[in-house]
């Protein structure tokens, strides 16, 4: 690693600026070396997600047919994305028979300026906003804040984000990197500025900060003539948008103001007001592991002397095609943002949200983001290898993506760039290339395998190893060569020795390996019969095989 | 009953006390062992770093030598599941034997769950990720386990977490993979076992790696814990 990129990380902090967002961040790896050092946030991380791991298995293990809900989401989702362009018209017909007004948007910039001119038309200087990913993801408030609107966050912990200056980084308790202590510092310092201030005698108790917030919220609520919202799901069927929330400071937005904006990715779509049913259980269960959601708030279009007389729907595409044409990645466009997978993830539950550079961390981020933007940026080309493809994100997930196999994909899609540009040799692809050759024959195998027995002693002494594999020798000790390897024991074995023995003393085995000493003592072994070609008598079918080959191997030369 | 013995490249490289303690148990219930000695690598390093290509000519070089076996076995959940789960995404077509991890050949079809082992000494187990998320071996090496004689097993905490191991991840996002090291093997060490035993060689290098290195950073540390292959325990006696 270089001490540049690291410098350049802590010119940026730990946690990236909104706006600056993610620009100045390195790649993954560099990041989470960053992060790791964080004790605070590496403490904050593991409490919160091993609280949240716990009551999840809790909540779904009480659904008797929680695979079969969870193969019902999937295949309602898989539907859906199969036939996007016509339930995507649906919804636009329904919607705006209801009298909401449908804008469709290509990318964020488009989205942005739709936002922007609807706030702009209605000479506000501020807007409330629902929690949305939506509106991170095209960073809306800074497009707002471009135009001289300032876009206030309303849910609690966006607010502690907001007001603390730094991002999101977890889709549903997006201040998880901050402790309580933090955020009555945070609440004491930044309130003032935009609002009411803090109580003089606010102090880290649960109940103290959400009563601070919820004083400093309500001036806004009240003042607010236009919110922004994103929405969880979107009926084709009846043009009705959906947004669940566990605070009902979301409903405050969507029920008080004049003028609702509501900017909704394109696979939120579902085709049935009935499809519901599987979503509110399987989506509040793996993310905040209640069993009912608390606040559930549906509307359809405008409902006249009730709520916001003026409502607009923004479908963001946004790379979503892209990632809908890519045959095995399009499941990730499944995905309820309900970020079970994010708790579950050991790698996210050691560097945090903010590692991944994106609004979209943790493994669902890590498919997602290479989907909606491709691998050219060496950002994205980082995330499909921030994973030790351990499954557990693909358990947990409520909708079936299937992530590691995702991530093995776009690995190859990384590659495959990577290679595309010229350059000195990558010595990762040389590896790749010589260990596929060294495969491709269990002949070359056992001579590479005997020349490092010839090392052992020299490779026992490592301490250090320079380059890529230096990875390794940061934090363990090299694994001992042995003397001989498991073919040349078992051509031995099958030309006389006795294997059982050897063997049968296994528990003497497990003494020897503690004094290697001892064994690098032993004469060396004979060449056998086998490795001169001549099949020993017991093993005829793979000595056979083996002798095939070495014929082969012989002709190649 | 016949057996093809794939040892795995891991195991027949680095750990060839792990492919021995598996002969000794196999033929110990009176199974014959064959090891075709053409066999190299199941592909799953080169197809998890995101070079398939390479992946499926492994995947047909193990169909091909596998081609007449009754039964694979292998030391190796991750490898079982690599050729179960994957092989067909980067070799289409390539014809699998019918293979199994060892405690699932052990448990389902010799339907042997007392191997006649004795391990005198107190163990935790790691269930490893691809053994218990991608083939499902569930408890089975627990009570594989359980029937050895003298052998005191003790509960992992968060045993479900990644040791952090990840083939190339280990290398390739090396901090983020020492630190899932370091957090298991504090784990393990706070179970008082003697061994830490598991499925997988590449795990247990991984974990072996982490606790040699701790290991060494003092000079007698107060009790040093053991990495161990199933394997091992279950040929001991």
């Given at each position: 690693m270089s001490s540049r990129q690291l410098s350049r990380t802590d010119h940026v902090g730990l946690h990236p600026k909104p706006g600056?967002?993610?620009?100045g961040m390195p790649p993954f790896p560099q990041a989470a070396h960053v992060a790791l050092g964080d004790d605070q946030l590496r403490r904050n991380l593991g409490h919160a997600t091993s609280t949240i791991r716990t009551k999840r298995l809790r909540a779904v293990g009480e659904v008797p047919d929680w695979e079969e809900l969870r193969l019902a989401g999937a295949s309602i989702k898989d539907h859906t994305l199969a036939n996007l362009d016509r339930y995507l018209i649906e919804f636009e017909a329904a919607a705006t028979a209801a009298g909401a007004t449908v804008h469709w948007a290509a990318d964020a910039e488009e989205a942005c300026a739709i936002g922007v001119a609807i706030a702009r038309s209605h000479n506000t200087s501020e807007v409330v906003k629902v929690k949305s990913m939506a509106t991170q993801e095209i960073e809306l408030n800074e497009a707002l804040a471009a135009a001289g609107i300032d876009a206030w966050e309303t849910d609690l912990a966006e607010l502690i984000v907001q007001l603390g200056g730094d991002t999101p980084s977890?889709?549903?308790?997006?201040?998880?990197?901050?402790n309580r202590n933090e955020i009555a510092d945070i609440f004491r310092d930044r309130m003032a500025e935009v609002g009411r201030p803090a109580?003089?005698?606010?102090?880290?108790?649960p109940r103290r900060l959400a009563e601070a917030a919820r004083l400093h919220l309500r001036e806004k609520f009240l003042r607010a003539k236009v919110a922004f919202s994103g929405a969880n799901f979107a009926v084709a069927e009846t043009g009705t948008l959906v947004v669940v929330e566990s605070e009902g400071n979301g409903r405050m937005c969507l029920t008080l103001p004049e003028v609702l904006v509501s900017v909704v990715g394109i696979?939120?779509?579902?085709?049935?007001?009935?499809d519901l049913e599987v979503f509110l259980q399987l989506l509040p269960r793996s993310s905040t592991?209640?069993?009912?959601?608390?606040y559930t708030t549906m509307w359809t279009g405008v409902t006249p002397g009730d709520g916001p007389q003026e409502v607009h729907v923004i479908l963001l595409d946004n790379g979503r095609t892209r990632a809908l044409a890519d045959?095995?990645?399009?499941?990730?466009?499944?995905?309820?943002?309900?970020s079970a997978c994010l708790n579950v993830c050991p790698v996210y539950e050691r560097?945090?949200?903010?590692?991944?550079?994106?609004?979209?961390?943790g493994p669902i981020g890590a498919i997602l983001n290479p989907l909606l933007?491709?691998?050219?940026d060496p950002h994205d080309a980082a995330l499909p290898f921030?994973?030790?493809?351990?499954?557990a994100c693909y358990e947990a997930c409520p909708v079936a993506i299937d992530i590691p196999t995702v991530l093995i994909e776009q690995r190859a899609e990384a590659v495959r760039e990577k290679a595309g540009h010229p350059g000195p040799p990558d010595p990762e692809r040389l590896g790749m290339q010589a260990a596929g050759w060294a495969f491709g024959k269990a002949q070359r195998l056992n001579r590479l395998q005997r020349l490092a027995a010839r090392f052992r002693g020299v490779a026992s002494r490592i301490r250090w190893l320079p380059g890529l594999l230096g990875g390794w020798t940061r934090y363990r000790a090299m694994p001992e060569i042995p003397q001989e390897s498991f073919r040349r024991w078992w051509s031995e074995r099958g030309s006389g020795r006795s294997g059982l023995d050897t063997v049968d003393a296994s528990a003497d085995l497990l003494d020897q390996r503690r004094s290697s000493s001892e064994r690098s003592q032993r004469p060396p072994q004979r060449r056998s019969s086998t490795e001169q070609g001549q099949p020993p008598p017991q093993r005829r079918s793979s000595s056979e095989r083996s002798e095939r080959v070495e014929t082969s191997e012989e002709t190649e030369q | 009953m016949r057996v093809s013995l794939f040892i795995t490249c891991l195991a027949d490289t680095l750990f060839p006390d792990v492919g021995r303690a598996t002969v000794a148990v196999l033929e110990r219930l009176g199974c014959t062992v064959d090891f075709p000695e053409a066999q190299t690598c199941c592909g799953q390093m080169h197809m998890n770093t995101g070079y398939p290509a390479i992946a499926g000519d492994l995947v047909r070089g193990f169909a091909q030598t596998f081609a007449d076996a009754e039964a694979v076995v292998m030391p190796s959940g991750s490898c079982a599941a690599m050729l179960r789960h994957h092989a067909h995404n980067v070799a289409p077509g390539a014809a699998v034997?019918?293979?199994?991890?060892l405690s699932e050949f052990l448990v389902d079809?010799?339907?042997?769950?007392?191997?006649?082992a004795r391990f005198p000494h107190t163990v935790t187990y790691h269930p490893t990720c691809h053994s218990s998320?991608?083939?499902?071996?569930?408890?089975r090496p627990y009570r594989l386990l359980q029937h050895v004689e003298g052998l005191n097993l003790v509960e992992l905490p968060?045993?479900?977490?990644?040791?952090?191991?990840?083939g190339t991840f280990a290398i390739k996002n090396a901090d983020t993979s020492g630190a899932m090291g370091v957090d298991k093997i504090r784990s393990a060490r706070s179970t008082g076992a003697d061994y830490l035993c598991a499925s997988d060689a590449s795990c247990l290098m991984h974990m072996k790696g982490v606790i040699d290195k701790e290991d060494r950073g003092?000079?007698?540390?107060?009790r040093s814990l053991r990495t161990v292959h199933l394997a091992e325990i279950l040929a001991s006696r």
């Open positions: 600056e967002a993610f620009l977890h889709f549903l308790v997006p201040a998880i990197h901050r109580p003089d005698d606010l102090t880290a108790e696979e939120k779509i579902v085709p049935s007001f009935a592991a209640e069993r009912m959601n608390p045959r095995v990645g399009r499941q990730a466009l499944r995905c309820i943002r309900c560097v945090g949200g903010h590692a991944y550079g994106s609004v979209y961390p933007h491709g691998v050219s921030a994973s030790s493809l351990c499954g | 034997p019918p293979l199994y991890e079809v010799l339907g042997v769950t007392d191997v006649g998320r991608l083939l499902g071996v569930g408890d968060a045993a479900e977490q990644c040791c952090g191991f990840g003092h000079r007698s540390p107060a």
